[in-house]
């Protein structure tokens, strides 16, 4: 590795003072192609090992590219392993053999409804038109679903198919061993991604990273302290994938954009989710789109850290299929089928009545409940002792100090709408969803308790519906770059609904591999 | 003016190739110092001639320092003059004799609730604690206020001083007046800051501008289009401050924001409130904060450009004592004491009960309410026909198609309302804000129409309570570079309170030029 910095070539020609070792750094951290010898040359380098980086990789492989993939952490797949591995897919096979009619008009306005007209619909047209294809390859690299498609937060008809595994590592594994195999890829772990190295006309021709880098979660922030690994230039002749991710383990930059989150909350991300690669792209130029919105989980749990083990019951077998109740009163507080951000102000109005903000809700379901999901989802959480099990709900009601004759008639009630069709309460869409209701002569009964944590940042980078990165100081794609998933800001608006994380990092990584 | 620039420099220091003509530019617009000579040199140099760089300019230079302030337009002053000047100083004279109890408390909790909790709270203390300071000091250059204190949008107690003639003109002549009689002093108009120059450690030493420029409207984007003017380097030997206000009026960068922006929708923004000083900074790392939230006006009116003469009556006169109905039912619709974004989401949906979202709110009041204002809020819009008068209520009811015996029961429950001192409907605080009703046996009653417009950018570079701009990059100020009014964003959170721009200017102002 060789460098000689613009600064000393600059003295060379101008001042002709010698080796003067400068203390600072000039904010604007990005490299130029001449200031550096590459080490080794790509033709594509992509920048993140989750379910974007990983779809674009494999396209980009597809077209005969040589892909290098970096990926900061000890192990690969980012947040994607930790996710539960639902994908929003309009008009997949069983939407079809179920004769759910869906539509580009249903699937904009569901989205737009939460992302509150934030949404670039540019961007979600796209993603209505290609995320069945994205299914259907995935399938072919081996990556296993349920033989079933299921209701998601926010969408007014299933439209979200399951991963067999009950987890991102199911889609994460076949695309990364499909990666490997390839001798046109190669995967470095480790490898911390530090800012961008431009030509003479603005393109993106490079990265500066550094090999061997470990990342220490104890750094107030490891982005701006953790000086650890080598410094390489790697050279990537058709472009640059951005596909880092979001920023909510990044304590300082999370708590600008949003005051509120500064405390001590918990996220559901892994650590090495913090906004270096999304600062690094601003400084030369991307477009900082929706930065302040970051969404919370309604559906994790106080009695665990991180997304823990119940959150994906309480969403998809209590939340869809039962209810949840204030354990204060025995009542229902919400529609327990609306946006996340509803749910979470509903939640923590509830917890407020708790003395120390501790009044957490109770999601509870039905056998029937469980058995319409995945049984990993409620497995998972039975043993670690997350979600718990009664024979009546009596007994449930008294293990959560919740007044039994209150309860069981907020029951009785919620079974009544069911039949119905119709929630005259909160307007839980019941009829659509396939909704259960609670069979009190069929138990046991499970519970959860939720409490909301950061899980998502819908905000980041501008792209096109080419996954092209658009500059905010020339209105056009910066030549060279491309980005997907977490890290683009746009498509989810100011509020993402239930699955379609996936569908996005699937959609557009696909297209960036594409056109890299 | 002589320039070296940085890639003929590395061309003769590496590469030794020639002239060579080079179409593209890179990103990272900014200019390091080695590459320039310096045409002029100042202590400090304001970015915008507003209330922000008027006060930051007067406050510099009554610490000795030589100050230049670049202004891009023909004219002084930006969106201020254009401004309606009324200003919220918590504890100021008028408040004191009235008895009105005001705290940081409930200063704060104020904010927030508009600004739902997305105010950085250390700035707004800030505001509390010193403006107050600024009010009497602006009282001491000439600037001429009302005898009186007034209620706003959002605020729940009077604390707003009014202008004597009714426009932000009224602080900015008294404060450029005094700026131009000190001999420390230069106000360029028509030149543009295109950049900053920074030295090698990353220190703001000054701008590249472009003098005799001139803005043009008609460009698609006057930014990245017009290269009218000479390019100047100046240096700051203190620093610069930033005070270019907001984007409202850049139809493209908005538009990324929001994209429901994106159509021909009005703005009460003077045509040169473009992006670009905004991404000058954001381009040497500085913290872009809530650039998605934009703040529409609930007062404007549909029959006349940008602010237009009866905004001020209709916040004033009608939102304050009066009240608004929906012309197709004659009932009212809101709390027209709530803040802006929940009034322009209730209009909206008003106006959307017309054939062409043309079902206009109207806003009525009486002669009462007029008087207890400034009685140019009201003949300005008289005379030019944006404000109607009616000897009856019948009359104005059918002057605008209002079904009459609805309307009239709705201003008999309002002034019901009143005399409780309580809106069981909409929950107006009638107690609080010296509401009058309609008295309905004392004519003449005015009424105007209301459509929404763009009014102001909330978000913008984050700054500290010192007026320093902080970088996305080191977690730290940028050395010589500081922020002050609408240009900044954290201040307002996500919805700005009626008046609170000016306190934001006027403080952050003053700090900025106490501390360049």
């Given amino acids: 590795m060789q460098k000689i910095s613009r600064r000393d070539a600059l003295k060379m020609s101008l001042a002709g003072a010698g080796a003067l070792a400068l203390g600072g750094v000039n904010a604007n951290a990005a490299t130029n192609e001449k200031e550096v010898k590459f080490d080794e040359e790509y ?56 004769g759910i009619k869906d539509s580009k008009e249903l699937f904009i306005a569901d989205c737009l409804k939460d992302g509150l007209n934030l949404n670039h619909v540019d961007l979600l047209e796209v993603i209505y038109d290609r995320a069945n294809e994205a299914y259907e390859y995935l399938k072919t690299i081996g990556v296993e679903f349920s033989s079933k498609v299921i209701s998601a937060s926010g969408h007014s008809v299933m439209r979200a198919v399951q991963v067999k595994v009950a987890s991102g590592s199911g889609y994460i594994r076949p695309m990364h061993k499909k990666i490997e195999e390839n001798p046109n890829a190669l995967i470095k772990k480790r490898t911390k991604f530090d800012e961008f190295v431009l030509d003479e006309s603005g393109r993106v021709v490079g990265v500066k990273c550094r090999e061997n880098y470990k990342f220490d979660g104890e750094l107030k922030s490891d982005d701006l ?91 998809h077998c209590s939340n869809d299929y039962g209810l949840s109740v204030n354990p204060k009163t025995g009542k229902r507080f919400m529609n327990e089928h609306a946006g996340r951000k509803i749910k979470c102000d509903a939640i923590f109005k509830v917890m407020a009545e708790g003395a120390n903000n501790d009044n957490y809700p109770v999601n509870i379901c039905d056998q029937a409940a469980v058995d319409a999901n995945n049984p990993l989802y409620t497995s998972k959480g039975v043993e670690s002792g997350s979600i718990k099990k009664f024979n009546t709900l009596e007994e449930l009601a008294k293990a959560y100090g919740i007044p039994v004759e209150p309860f069981l008639k907020t029951v009785a009630d919620f079974n009544g709408y069911v039949k119905e069709g119709k929630d005259p309460e909160f ?86 591999g594409e056109n890299v």
């Fill in 43 to 98: 033709d594509v380098i992509v920048i993140g090992s989750g379910f974007a980086g990983s779809m674009a990789t494999l396209k980009a492989l597809e077209r005969g590219l040589k892909v290098l993939m970096v990926e900061k952490m000890g192990r690969s797949g980012g947040n994607s392993v930790i996710n539960v591995g639902n994908m929003a897919v309009p008009n997949n096979e069983y939407q079809k053999e179920k």
């Fill in 427 to 512: 307007g839980k869409p019941l009829a659509k969803a396939d909704v259960h209701g609670i069979d009190v002569s069929k138990p046991p009964f499970y519970a959860s308790l939720s409490m909301p944590k950061i899980l998502y940042c819908m905000g980041g980078v501008q792209i096109n519906a080419k996954a092209e990165v658009i500059s905010m100081n020339t209105q056009k794609p910066i030549p060279g770059l491309y980005a997907c998933g977490e890290i683009t800001g746009g498509v989810q608006g100011g509020g993402r609904l239930g699955t379609m994380s996936m569908s996005d990092c699937m959609v557009f990584g696909m297209i960036a």
């Fill in 225 to 315: 302290e953790n000086t650890s690994g080598e410094v390489k230039f790697i050279k990537a002749k058709k472009g640059v994938i951005l596909a880092a991710g979001g920023f909510s383990s990044d304590k300082w930059f999370r708590a600008q954009q949003v005051p509120y989150l500064k405390t001590d909350i918990d996220t559901v991300s892994q650590p090495g989710a913090t906004a270096g690669a999304l600062t690094a792209a601003i400084n030369i130029g991307a477009n900082p789109l929706l930065l302040s919105w970051i969404q919370l989980n309604p559906y994790t749990n106080p009695t665990e850290k991180g997304f823990g083990t119940s959150a994906v019951f309480t969403n």
